[in-house]
């Protein structure tokens, strides 16, 4: 179940603030109750001194009256403090309920309680005992008070302590709601805003700025994640109309040339002829179409299968072995350089095509005599082959975007290339690199062109 | 030659048709999986062509079936650009396969590989026209005159030799020559041509290595109306 942030917050603060007055309350309750206990007893003492100073003067019958007479002046008519003295002489004797007494239990410091009848809370008594004198015997002599006004206020206070704790936490969660809602204000001003973000204008952002400290590192994330949206997304519009246009330049040839050819009464061979010059533009066509499910498979993931463990630079020899006629022509030179032993497991179809495809690029961009290097380099976790060719600077802002779908840095040069190629050649080389988990770079200093991939091999 | 086309798609099954037919090939049709099956039990075919994708029974299942019966040579066409379809086919004894949309040269070579397959040994010598070529010692001769050929060049025009009168693709002959399988793109079999033909036609005739415009190039023999411009 979801939650919202407000109500947990106000949760967890109902909580601390029922576990601190719990413990506040607890801790002033037992301190309180002490302190009555305290007081109890040294009023049990007052009482008890006094009586004892009397009692001790006392040795006759005669005169135990006066300590009848003081003791009932003290009991209050309410009955809240009792006098009880016990002794086997019935003429030294006092108060009511001599058969309970006895039975009351005592400590050691001769404090006890006792529930007398019709008094609804037990008294606290206090007892000791006076030696014999002359005539008096040894008597037992019990102070009592009743633990009413105690246990009273000891109920009204906790009943206050519950009453003050519980609005306390109502009013703890009310200002915990209020502190919430302020506290998330800068998330909900982020989540207007980001609703805010149309998907017409891919270049918004969310404004870091003005927002909590906390949020400015989600914010920047959240930013991160826009723009690489919005990179893929632009990619994938040109990409959209670059391959509209690829295929728009063909289809076009192919209407107008059948076109033509159905206007007029023609004899065979001119019909073979434009036949002729439609399967070449209809091979143009599949050829793209199979680049293009090509790297559709290798943008959906799929690995190179049928991995074989290859020296590379055998693999590199052979793709220099199949332009041997278009490096004579041009005269143009390839040496393989780094380190010959390297070897990797790859999938020979794909590395050859990749392999064909950058010596391709690079015989494309070369002038005539131009001397090509193939560099092979081992890593731990890789093995580098880059094709370095003399030419035309790129700009390092072209660098990186070599390897896009129909990308060309010289947008001049699109048709240069004729039917050699259709700007997926480096895309295809990323694909290759892709599937055999390793990538692609392309670096140009001081008039050397070096563009390469990596395929990744056990360390 | 007696192939069985099993194809769904009318326009590709007519096409096929018309041009194993004109070949010289014994073609028969089947429309379904349930027709195909049929045909490839109660006939003998040199080679069948099966879709994978069929109406009323899937072209995996009319392998298995014939497999159970007999070994004719099997291309299965896939639609489905996807590995597991392949190695499907394969392991349930298809002999060869090939990705829609296919070229039909493609087919075509493909049809002749299996048909091929363990039969008579090669000849060690080849003669087109005044072209003789000896596959043993690698030589090349035009009439009396001995021609001058690099290793790749005699292995290209091999390919062609041995297969004299049958048009190979750019991209058949970048695989046969250079064991390059895919489509290159590029121009490497237009000039390893030209130079061939530099060294075997231009001061020769008759002019024995044709350019098929769109298609790809053929060795032969032609008569001269019937020979291709370029």
Same mark, same amino acid.
């Given at each position: 179940m979801k939650r919202s942030i407000t109500w947990r917050l106000v949760a967890m603060f109902a909580v601390a603030a029922l576990v601190t007055f719990s413990l506040i309350g607890g801790a002033l309750y037992v301190v309180l109750r002490g302190e009555l206990m305290r007081h109890e007893r040294e009023e049990l003492n007052t009482h008890l001194q006094d009586m004892m100073y009397l009692i001790q003067r006392i040795t006759t019958a005669d005169r135990w009256n006066r300590v009848q007479t003081k003791m009932d002046t003290l009991t209050p008519a309410d009955g809240s403090v009792r006098f009880w003295v016990l002794s086997d002489d019935p003429r030294f004797q006092y108060g009511k309920g001599m058969a309970e007494m006895e039975r009351m239990e005592r400590n050691a410091d001769g404090m006890g309680t006792i529930v007398l009848p019709q008094r609804e809370h037990a008294f606290q008594t206090l007892t000791r005992t006076i030696p014999a004198d002359d005539e008096r015997p040894v008597i037992r002599l019990i102070v009592g008070i009743d633990g009413a006004a105690y246990a009273h206020t000891l109920r009204t206070f906790v009943i206050a302590m519950l009453a003050l704790s519980l609005t306390a936490v109502l009013l703890v969660m009310l200002l915990g709601y209020w502190i919430a809602q302020l506290g998330l204000r800068p998330l909900k001003q982020l989540s207007v805003a980001a609703q805010a973000l &149309?998907?017409?204008? &891919? &270049?918004q952002r969310l404004e870091v700025s003005p927002l909590a400290d906390e949020l400015s590192d989600l914010t920047a994330a959240f930013n991160g994640a826009l723009g690489r949206l919005e990179a893929a997304y632009k990619q994938l519009e040109a990409f959209n109309a670059d391959v509209a246009h690829e295929l728009r330049t063909p289809l076009a040839n192919l209407i107008g040339e059948t076109q033509v050819a159905l206007s007029r009464q023609r004899t065979a061979p001119q019909f073979e002829e434009v036949l002729q010059s439609n399967l070449e533009e209809l091979e143009r066509l599949r050829s793209i179409v199979n680049d293009m499910l090509f790297l559709a498979r290798a943008d959906q993931g799929e690995a190179a299968t049928g991995l074989v463990v290859t020296p590379i630079e055998q693999e590199v020899a052979k793709t220099i072995d199949f332009f041997e006629f278009v490096l004579d022509e041009r005269e143009m030179s390839v040496a393989i350089e780094g380190d010959a032993a390297a070897s990797a497991p790859i999938e020979t179809s794909l590395f050859r095509r990749a392999m064909s495809n950058l010596l391709q690029n690079a015989i494309q961009h070369s002038p005539d005599q131009a001397c090509i290097a193939i560099r092979i380099e081992e890593r731990e976790a890789a093995v580098r082959v880059s094709v370095r060719n003399p030419g035309e600077p790129i700009g390092a802002s072209h660098l990186p975007r070599l390897f896009d779908r129909f990308f060309r840095a010289d947008p001049a040069r699109h048709d240069q290339g004729g039917h050699h190629g259709h700007g997926l050649g480096l895309a295809i080389v990323k694909a290759v690199a892709d599937m055999h988990g390793g990538e692609v770079f392309a670096t140009s200093d001081d008039g050397v062109t070096a563009i390469g991939f990596s395929v990744a091999r056990p360390a | 030659m007696k192939i069985l086309i099993v194809e769904d798609e009318l326009k590709t099954a007519d096409y096929l048709h018309k041009g194993l037919t004109e070949q010289g090939c014994a073609v028969d049709l089947a429309h379904d999986g349930v027709d195909g099956q049929h045909l490839a039990l109660t006939h003998d075919y040199d080679v069948i062509v099966l879709d994978v994708m069929l109406p009323k029974m899937d072209g995996f299942s009319v392998l298995r079936a014939l497999r159970e019966v007999k070994q004719t040579p099997v291309i299965m066409l896939t639609a489905r650009d996807r590995i597991e379809d392949r190695i499907k086919g394969l392991h349930d004894g298809a002999d060869d396969y090939l990705i829609k949309p296919f070229s039909f040269l493609e087919l075509l070579a493909r049809l002749q590989a299996l048909t091929r397959r363990g039969r008579t040994q090669e000849p060690m010598q080849l003669k087109i026209g005044n072209l003789q070529i000896d596959l043993i010692t690698r030589k090349a001769w035009r009439g009396a005159t001995r021609i001058d050929l690099t290793a790749k060049e005699f292995a290209l025009l091999a390919v062609l030799a041995r297969r004299q009168g049958e048009i190979l693709s750019k991209t058949a002959i970048a695989e046969l020559?250079?064991?390059?399988?895919?489509?290159?793109?590029?121009n490497v079999v237009e000039v390893a041509i030209k130079r061939l033909r530099a060294k075997i036609d231009a001061a020769f005739s008759p002019k024995l290595l044709h350019t098929i415009r769109g298609m790809g190039y053929v060795l032969e023999l032609q008569d001269e109306e019937a020979a291709s411009p370029g």
């Open positions: &149309s998907p017409g204008s &891919s &270049s | 020559v250079w064991d390059m399988n895919f489509d290159s793109n590029t």
